[in-house]
């Protein structure tokens, strides 16, 4: 009996796919490894995932545990909303906002003259940026977030963000997630890329060697988050160099993912004047329904039913909570006094009492 013209090496016999069959069953035709990374960056990593899931990720950012029950970050925290906006970066760079951002109490404070902009998710941050229909997506290295005061830029970034990497839940392309807290400095010691690593790792000499290399040769599988910016201009200008280079991305380590948070007044002219981002962010706090959520999560049951009832009379109360951070301390005053409190002055005189 003749053969099939379809012989045995090519492995297609009446319709059956072998080379799936074989996929499927892991015997052959597997997908070509991802790089091993060396020994020193695994380390590197598996000390920062430590790190951030115990939660121990900047000192001054235990807002949550000191406010809400004790509990850490990842129990109470409710996603804030995040919106990408074309033309934020060149409004700030025409001059400050603090004429033209409106009422930051409101839950979605649009900056005038920016576009409406679009919903972005956390893990989406780097995610290839269309211009147009007509264009191929650009890369995305360089992302701006601007928030008011108290909006929850740093627990977002400084907090949330790197527990979820750690957790294994958000950038997952991303080998190594630093984090450097501006907000509080009076001094910057950081003057080299290996310096920088050094900031969030026990590192020896060797190893920061060894963690530079790698983040200059594969830059966009590292991610640098700089927080509070706009708190730290003068410190930066006349003390550190290399942070200043860092943040107009002309280090040595062209490609590097950075985060950068600042408020939309001040110094935000200087930065915008200062860098160029390929995505601007705004933060705008929490929408009705995140605010209710929040409470849930910050209460015990029976108080948190009682306090939702109650902010549904109370527009001023449920406006003032947009704000995660003045959220986090009404829940705490409602939990203490059982009464909301309706305006910022009146809830800083009742922490100041407390302290």
């Known amino acids: 009996m003749a053969m099939s013209s379809k012989g045995s090496d090519n492995r297609e016999t009446d319709g059956v796919d072998f080379k799936k069959l074989d996929r499927d069953h892991g015997a052959a035709f597997l997908e070509p490894a991802a790089p091993l990374l060396?020994?020193?960056?695994?380390?590197?990593?598996?000390?920062?995932?430590?790190?951030?899931?115990?939660?121990?990720?900047?000192?001054?950012?235990g807002l949550?545990?000191?406010?809400?029950?004790?509990?850490?970050?990842?129990?109470?925290?409710?996603?804030?909303?995040?919106?990408?906006?074309?033309?934020?970066?060149?409004?700030?760079?025409?001059?400050?906002m603090g004429s033209?951002?409106?009422?930051?109490?409101?839950?979605?404070?649009?900056?005038?003259?920016?576009?409406?902009?679009?919903s972005i998710a956390l893990c989406e941050l780097f995610s290839p940026r269309a211009v147009d229909s007509q264009q191929q997506p650009t890369p995305v290295c360089r992302v701006l977030v601007v928030g008011s005061g108290g909006i929850g830029k740093s627990t977002l970034f400084c907090c949330k963000l790197p527990y979820e990497w750690a957790a294994g839940r958000c950038m997952q392309d991303v080998d190594?997630?630093?984090?450097?807290a501006l907000g509080e400095a009076t001094t910057i010691q950081i003057a080299s890329a290996e310096e920088l690593f050094a900031s969030s790792l026990d590192l020896d000499s060797d190893e920061k060697k060894a963690v530079f290399h790698f983040a200059r040769a594969n830059p966009s599988r590292v991610c640098v988050v700089l927080d509070?910016?706009?708190?730290?201009?003068?410190?930066?200008?006349?003390?550190?160099?290399?942070?200043?280079?860092?943040?107009?991305?002309?280090?040595?380590?062209?490609?590097?993912?950075?985060?950068?948070?600042?408020?939309?007044?001040?110094?935000?002219?200087?930065?915008?004047?200062?860098?160029?981002?390929d995505r601007s962010i705004e933060v705008v706090g929490f929408s009705p329904?995140?605010?209710?959520?929040?409470?849930?999560?910050?209460?015990?049951?029976?108080?948190?039913?009682?306090m939702k009832e109650q902010l549904k009379e109370n527009t001023d109360a449920a406006c003032l909570m947009a704000t995660p951070f003045m959220a986090a301390h009404c829940c705490e005053e409602f939990r203490h006094s059982g009464s909301l409190c309706t305006c910022t002055t009146e809830l800083l005189q009742k922490m100041l009492v407390k302290l």
């Not at 060396?38 to 950012?61: C, F, H, M, N, T």
């Not at 190594?176 to 450097?180: P, R």
Request: charged share 25%; glycine share 8%; with cysteine.
């Open 100 to 118: 033209r951002s409106t009422v930051a109490s409101a839950p979605s404070h649009v900056l005038q003259g920016a576009a409406a902009g679009q």
């Open 38 to 61: 060396p020994q020193e960056v695994r380390d590197s990593r598996d000390q920062l995932i430590r790190l951030y899931k115990e939660g121990k990720v900047l000192a001054g950012y």
């Open 228 to 277: 509070a910016v706009d708190e730290c201009k003068d410190i930066l200008e006349r003390a550190s160099p290399f942070m200043m280079k860092l943040l107009k991305g002309k280090t040595t380590l062209c490609g590097l993912r950075t985060i950068v948070t600042s408020r939309p007044c001040g110094a935000i002219h200087w930065l915008a004047q200062q860098c160029r981002f």
């Open 64 to 96: 949550f545990e000191e406010s809400v029950g004790g509990r850490p970050v990842e129990e109470v925290f409710v996603e804030n909303t995040l919106v990408a906006r074309e033309g934020l970066e060149q409004l700030f760079r025409e001059g400050p």
């Open 176 to 180: 190594l997630l630093i984090c450097v």
């Open 289 to 306: 329904s995140e605010v209710s959520t929040f409470v849930d999560k910050a209460l015990a049951a029976d108080v948190a039913s009682n």
